[in-house]
């Protein structure tokens, strides 16, 4: 089955600073590249998410990057503020919602 | 509107105890999830359904049972709770299951079985 790794698990930023989490799909099949962000006590929201036969999508201060040939794919999020931290989590799909494969999470913290 | 709805919040079970964690939606959404989530992992799919008096199993079903006898609930049932168990659980929703149908979480149960 599809194996999504997610790196780096913990991650803090500078008010202002990029932050930049990466992650890896081994399953060439998958072809929709979702991104969530999981607040304290609250369940994971779509923020960005991305399909395979695109390189690249952005929404204002968050862009999603994917390399198909490496199976790869990023999230960039600019000018960080400090709503922005919260537990952001990958996930790579193939066909459909029951076949969704979820990275490990990475803890994103902006200082202030 | 209230989106999906998760009870209880928070429960502690004695091991052997059983329990039912309830979901509700009101988006009239036909597919409807149970995923859990442990430290440091990603969230894992427990059971699924497609529409009322559908179910079928995911990753992880052993230890659980589902059922989805209306459009907007689907409860899961732990009938001998085991330390393994102890986890945070999500229900999630979407109208279908492709990529244009984005999937809503709840805000989670969070389940501790000593």
């Known amino acids: 089955g599809e194996n999504v790794e997610q790196h780096p698990s913990t991650l803090s930023v500078q008010e202002g600073d990029s932050a930049v989490i990466k992650c890896t799909y081994s399953?060439?099949?998958?072809?929709?590249f979702p991104w969530y962000k999981q607040e304290l006590g609250k369940g994971p929201q779509l923020i960005i998410d991305?399909?395979?036969?695109?390189g690249e999508k952005k929404d204002q201060r968050i862009a999603v990057t994917l390399n198909k040939t490496a199976k790869h794919f990023s999230l960039h999020i600019t000018e960080t503020q400090p709503e922005d931290s919260a537990v952001y989590f990958c996930a790579a799909m193939k066909g459909s919602a029951r076949q969704l494969t979820f990275g490990s999470g990475t803890q994103l913290t902006v200082l202030p | 509107n209230a989106g999906v709805t998760q009870t209880p919040k928070f429960r502690i079970l004695k091991i052997g105890q059983s329990m039912t964690l309830q979901c509700t939606q009101d988006?009239?959404?036909?597919?409807m999830y149970w995923y859990r989530q442990d430290p440091g992992m990603g969230l894992k799919l427990i059971y699924y359904?497609?529409?009322?008096?559908?179910?079928d199993k995911g990753e992880v079903p052993n230890g659980y049972n589902v059922s989805r006898s209306t459009t907007e609930d689907f409860p899961l049932r732990l009938e001998l709770a085991a330390p393994s168990q102890t986890s945070v659980y999500f229900c999630?929703?979407?109208?279908?299951?492709?990529?244009?149908?984005?999937?809503?979480f709840g805000n989670g149960t969070r389940l501790t079985v000593t």
């Open positions: 991305i399909r395979s036969n695109v």
């Open positions: 399953d060439s099949a998958s072809n929709y």
């Open positions: 999630a929703s979407s109208s279908d299951s492709s990529y244009n149908s984005p999937l809503h």
């Open positions: 359904s497609v529409g009322a008096g559908i179910t």
């Open positions: 988006m009239n959404h036909n597919y």
